[in-house]
């Protein structure tokens, strides 16, 4: 054999074999609205009526989070996306500069929306948020399957409802999950078991939900304890926040998943088996309402809360920053995108999953 045709083999004649990408962080913000990550706090939803802030805290929170332009207020809400990723990598999603991108599903909310971004196209049978182990096959179960990567994919979930969507008793996915009933999906450790006890402590009010920042931490581990190659991180509060009318907490917890990705992605790099060899991807499951009337709730008859956004940062993706003037962007398009940039071609396992997103498989 030809050295050529030897090495094109061994590369596995891939139209991906010469992509950099070896792991992927994917980051899901429920419910975090376009709106607030493309043009910052909105000032005429801090008051009482349509933000909810309280009389005594409408100052402090002006204060905090506006500026005179759309660029600065962007930036000081989610200060890693703007400064790290629109230098970086590709943000989509921006409809007052041409770059829409929605879901494909009609439900426009939580599990519907996950599905369709985790299998790579809606399904008009997932009509609900019940804890209902999903028929359809994730990006996450499938790449679990493949050479490279058996015991090498994991999640970790503030939100109790995602065993059921990457269906863990069948996909067997090593899964974090607030929760003290959930504690047997996880690995093992030390750490994992004080994140536990932190948990039953601090409890929250909600009933199928935990802080993020346990979340955030049990991320952490899972990345020293499993060192996977596919990492599915997925963080709630932004949704919870705006569903109770608080606009400032939901501008402090998008501050705050913002950091959380930021710590996640300084983790990988210090370490060898990332560094430069890691791509992120950060997404939501929906939209919300587009005014301070509606913007607390997401369905199909709240306009706006098909809309989502998409930003990647990678060694495969070109630096194009905030992009402009797009093709219409699905959010069923990320399951294959994930695996593109893995140099896997999961749209061939089903005619129904959409393609990947081609733009940020590329470095030019
Ligand atoms: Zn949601």
Same mark, same amino acid.
């Given at each position: 054999? @030809?050295?050529?045709?030897?090495?094109?083999?061994? %590369?596995?004649?891939?139209?991906?074999?010469?992509?950099?990408?070896?792991?992927? %962080?994917?980051?899901?913000?429920?419910?975090?609205?376009?709106?607030?990550?493309?043009?910052?706090?909105?000032? =005429?939803?801090?008051?009482?009526?349509?933000?909810?802030?309280?009389?005594?805290? &409408? #100052?402090?929170?002006?204060?905090?989070?506006?500026?005179?332009?759309?660029?600065?207020?962007?930036? @000081?809400?989610?200060?890693?996306?703007?400064?790290?990723?629109?230098?970086?990598?590709?943000?989509?999603?921006?409809?007052?500069?041409?770059?829409?991108?929605q879901v494909a599903n009609s439900e426009w909310f939580s599990y519907p929306g996950y599905n369709e971004l985790?299998?790579?196209f809606a399904d008009p049978l997932v009509t609900s948020n019940?804890?209902?182990?999903?028929?359809?096959?994730?990006?996450?179960?499938?790449?679990?399957?493949?050479?490279?990567?058996?015991?090498?994919?994991?999640?970790?979930?503030?939100?109790?409802?995602?065993?059921?969507?990457?269906?863990?008793?069948?996909?067997?996915?090593?899964?974090?999950?607030?929760?003290?009933?959930?504690?047997?999906?996880?690995? @093992?450790?030390?750490?994992?078991?004080? &994140?536990?006890?932190?948990?039953?402590?601090?409890?929250? @009010?909600?009933?199928?939900?935990?802080?993020?920042?346990?979340?955030?931490?049990?991320?952490?581990?899972?990345?020293?304890?499993?060192?996977?190659?596919?990492?599915?991180?997925?963080?709630?509060?932004?949704?919870?926040?705006?569903?109770?009318?608080?606009?400032?907490?939901?501008?402090?917890?998008?501050?705050?998943?913002?950091?959380?990705?930021?710590?996640?992605?300084?983790?990988?790099? =210090?370490?060898?088996?990332?560094?430069?060899?890691?791509?992120?991807? &950060?997404?939501?499951d929906h939209g919300?309402?587009?005014?301070?009337?509606?913007? #607390?709730?997401h369905n199909k008859k709240t306009p706006g809360s098909n809309e989502t956004?998409?930003?990647?940062?990678?060694?495969? *993706?070109?630096?194009?920053?905030?992009?402009?003037?797009?093709?219409?962007?699905i959010s069923a398009?990320?399951?294959? *995108?994930?695996?593109?940039?893995?140099?896997?071609?999961?749209?061939? *396992?089903?005619?129904r999953?959409a393609?990947?997103?081609?733009?940020?498989?590329?470095?030019?």
């Amino acid at each position: 054999m @030809k050295p050529l045709l030897l090495l094109f083999v061994l %590369l596995g004649g891939s139209a991906f074999a010469q992509n950099a990408t070896r792991n992927v %962080l994917v980051v899901t913000l429920d419910g975090l609205r376009w709106q607030e990550v493309f043009r910052g706090a909105d000032e =005429a939803y801090i008051d009482l009526a349509g933000g909810g802030v309280p009389e005594n805290q &409408i #100052k402090a929170t002006r204060e905090t989070w506006l500026a005179p332009t759309v660029e600065e207020r962007r930036r @000081k809400l989610m200060p890693f996306l703007w400064g790290e990723i629109a230098a970086r990598g590709q943000i989509f999603g921006n409809r007052d500069r041409g770059s829409p991108m929605q879901v494909a599903n009609s439900e426009w909310f939580s599990y519907p929306g996950y599905n369709e971004l985790l299998c790579g196209f809606a399904d008009p049978l997932v009509t609900s948020n019940l804890p209902i182990p999903n028929r359809n096959v994730t990006v996450l179960e499938w790449l679990n399957g493949r050479p490279g990567f058996a015991g090498r994919v994991a999640g970790c979930t503030t939100w109790q409802i995602f065993p059921a969507i990457v269906n863990v008793g069948r996909s067997r996915l090593p899964l974090w999950v607030s929760g003290s009933a959930h504690a047997a999906l996880a690995p @093992k450790s030390p750490v994992f078991a004080e &994140i536990a006890r932190w948990m039953e402590d601090i409890p929250t @009010k909600a009933n199928d939900e935990h802080y993020d920042g346990f979340g955030f931490r049990a991320a952490l581990e899972m990345i020293a304890v499993v060192r996977p190659r596919v990492l599915y991180v997925a963080l709630g509060e932004p949704d919870t926040n705006a569903h109770a009318r608080r606009y400032g907490a939901y501008l402090d917890s998008i501050r705050r998943c913002d950091r959380f990705v930021r710590e996640l992605w300084e983790r990988l790099q =210090a370490l060898e088996q990332y560094r430069g060899s890691t791509t992120l991807l &950060i997404t939501v499951d929906h939209g919300r309402g587009r005014t301070p009337q509606d913007w #607390k709730d997401h369905n199909k008859k709240t306009p706006g809360s098909n809309e989502t956004w998409l930003a990647v940062l990678g060694p495969d *993706t070109a630096p194009r920053g905030e992009r402009t003037d797009t093709p219409p962007v699905i959010s069923a398009q990320v399951a294959a *995108t994930v695996a593109a940039l893995l140099g896997e071609n999961f749209p061939a *396992t089903d005619a129904r999953i959409a393609a990947p997103v081609v733009d940020v498989l590329s470095r030019r």
